[in-house]
């Protein structure tokens, strides 16, 4: 089946660091992929959708400076916290679909990066 | 407006009997596709079954089936046979349009809590 990887796992880092946590499809590729924000015992609020070769369309409110979208290649898009500070702690989540499936196909998830800013 | 709603924060089920979790959407597309995905507490979402708006018949896959009413814009999950490993977030989704690289819009999640 589809597998999506996500790397880091976990981060954790001292205010004013830079992450970025990347997001890869394993076995197909991925025009579009989509990057989430979760708060605990919340639901996920979509920051962005990441378009292959072209820039990212960011959701209203979501800083497109502080949090840098690349998707250079059809298998890899990377999301970049910058000066990163203790609210930007979250679990961040990544999902991709299938550019070869239909519309009835599910987007395939990673499995979350967990960010704390000390 | 919301675009899903769950209403439902949390449950607790007993072992071996069924749940049923609530989902509304709200949407003027006529065509959108409606999700649901479990979350352990360990993170991963994990796509349980869909529905598609122009389907005729309720999604099953397994233990999970889709009760679609398309005029009450309701899509619940039920459970049957619950089990212990089915304690977790379930979240409701849906892409509005035909587009395949729509995004998915996620109700607020319903916690399942199996009781043994």
């Known amino acids: 089946g589809a597998v999506v990887s996500q790397h880091p796992s976990r981060v954790i880092c001292k205010s004013g660091t830079s992450v970025k946590i990347e997001c890869r499809s394993l076995?197909?590729?991925?025009?579009?992929m989509f990057w989430y924000r979760q708060f605990p015992k919340k639901s996920l609020m979509l920051m962005a959708t990441?378009?292959?070769?072209?820039?990212?369309?960011?959701e209203q409110g979501v800083e497109k400076d502080k949090f840098l979208i690349n998707h250079a290649s059809l298998t890899l898009s990377t999301l970049t916290v910058t000066s990163a500070h203790p609210e930007d702690s979250s679990f961040y989540i990544c999902?991709?679909?299938?550019?070869?499936?239909?519309?009835?196909?599910?987007?395939?998830f990673g499995d979350g990066t967990r960010l704390s800013i000390l | 407006a919301q675009k899903i709603t769950q209403t439902q924060p949390g449950m607790f089920v007993q072992e071996k009997e069924a749940v049923t979790l609530d989902c509304t959407y709200d949407?003027?597309?006529?065509?959108?596709?409606l999700f649901w995905y479990k979350q352990p507490s360990s993170g991963e979402m994990i796509f349980l079954i869909y529905?598609?708006?122009?389907?005729?018949q309720n999604a099953t896959e397994g233990r999970y089936s889709l009760n679609f009413q398309k005029a009450r814009k309701s899509a619940n999950l039920v459970i049957s046979a619950s089990q212990l490993g089915d304690s977790a977030m379930y979240f409701c989704?849906?892409?509005?349009?035909?587009?395949?690289?729509?995004?998915?819009?996620f109700g607020g999640g319903t916690r399942v809590l199996v009781k043994p």
């Open positions: 076995d197909f590729q991925a025009t579009t």
């Open positions: 949407t003027s597309d006529p065509s959108y596709g």
């Open positions: 529905q598609g708006s122009y389907d005729q």
């Open positions: 999902s991709a679909r299938d550019r070869g499936t239909y519309s009835n196909q599910p987007q395939h």
């Open positions: 990441s378009n292959e070769g072209s820039k990212a369309t960011y």
């Open positions: 989704a849906m892409r509005e349009g035909r587009a395949a690289g729509n995004k998915l819009t």
